[in-house]
């Protein structure tokens, strides 16, 4: 049976949190060890440029995020875990995507229309201060994904758009040169997957700041923790585990019988401060070891490179070949 190919970009344009461990990293590594699953998992390095002009930011980002994925166990001899930027096939293949997307379909696309709105809203231009990065994103998406043909695409609802632009570019491409290039890419929404508050209680993001970095040294760790908000029960009142970012965080953590106590001392009025330092324990002792590795990684980032360089050959080793269709379909001169 021929294994499933999975794709998986990280835009590189913050430090890791606790949100992006439970809701995206914990499962896509779980996920790549499916002896069914051809996984590729990228960082977004040219997708950052969008939201973030700092060079420096934009490595140190990089660096992190990939230490992160090293740090947990991602096996990089059963995926491909390359950076974005390594792979020249994926820009030469949003060029050529391009010119065959109609300018009507990136106007729907949902992060251009709502930063039109706000322009419309704040009584300026409609496109002040809209790149053309903003507007050609989902072309660039798409090309991340039709390189690799790509069949199942994990994202969040709000990602769903893209997904679907993708297919309708690939569908233009294949039906404009008579030829079944591109693979038709399907989204696959996690409805199962963990959704964090963060400190303040909205969902846990950097645009938010609100987040807890996920290898924190243990007291910044545990200062984070003691930030979250909470009410003013006091200790000895029952408390209520549905809207509590504690628990919240600890059932992302817990093993069932973990869950289960945790209920029965909100039920029996747990101090908020007694929760907390628990909370501290469990997060803590799962993340210390992985923590160790991913200092080692970030002091001595030569492995961080190598690791990528590898991932990096993988995948132009699977691009070049489908660039080649790409390029004899249309018109274009071979590689040479």
């Not at 069914?36 to 440029?49: S, T, V």
């Not at 990089?76 to 997307?101: A, G, H, K, M």
């Amino acid at each position: 049976m021929a294994k499933q190919r999975v794709l998986t970009g990280i835009t590189t344009t913050g430090t890791p949190h606790l949100g992006n461990y439970v809701g995206a990293i914990r499962p896509a590594i779980e996920s790549s060890r499916d002896s069914n699953i051809d996984a590729y998992f990228f960082l977004a390095d040219y997708h950052a440029l969008i939201k973030c002009g700092d060079p420096a930011k934009v490595q140190q980002s990089t660096k992190e995020i990939a230490a992160t994925w090293l740090a947990l166990g991602l096996d990089t001899d059963n995926t491909t875990f390359y950076r974005q930027s390594d792979v020249p096939e994926v820009t030469e293949l949003s060029w050529i995507l391009t010119c065959l997307t109609a300018k009507g379909l990136m106007n729907r696309a949902h992060a251009y229309k709502a930063a039109v709105q706000v322009n419309e809203e704040e009584g300026e231009d409609p496109d002040k201060g809209i790149m053309m990065g903003l507007f050609n994103y989902p072309i660039l998406m798409a090309a991340d994904i039709l390189m690799f043909n790509g069949e199942k695409i994990p994202v969040g609802k709000d990602q769903i758009q893209h997904i679907e632009m993708a297919r309708d570019i690939a569908q233009k491409f294949n039906h404009h040169y008579k030829q079944e290039v591109f693979t038709l890419p399907e989204a696959v929404v996690g409805e199962d997957a963990a959704v964090l508050s963060g400190l303040d209680g909205r969902k846990m993001s950097k645009s938010y700041n609100n987040t807890i970095p996920l290898f924190l040294p243990e007291k910044k760790l545990q200062k984070h923790i003691n930030k979250i908000k909470t009410n003013l029960l006091e200790p000895g009142e029952p408390k209520d585990v549905t809207d509590s970012t504690v628990f919240e965080i600890w059932q992302a953590f817990a093993n069932p019988e973990q869950v289960q106590y945790m209920r029965e001392q909100f039920a029996q009025g747990i101090a908020w401060g007694q929760a907390k330092k628990e909370l501290f324990g469990l997060i803590n002792e799962q993340l210390s070891g992985a923590r160790e590795r991913y200092e080692a990684l970030m002091a001595d980032g030569s492995f961080i490179e190598q690791e990528l360089q590898k991932g990096a050959a993988k995948a132009r080793a699977s691009a070049r070949p489908l660039m080649e269709k790409v390029r004899k379909a249309a018109g274009i001169a071979p590689i040479s």
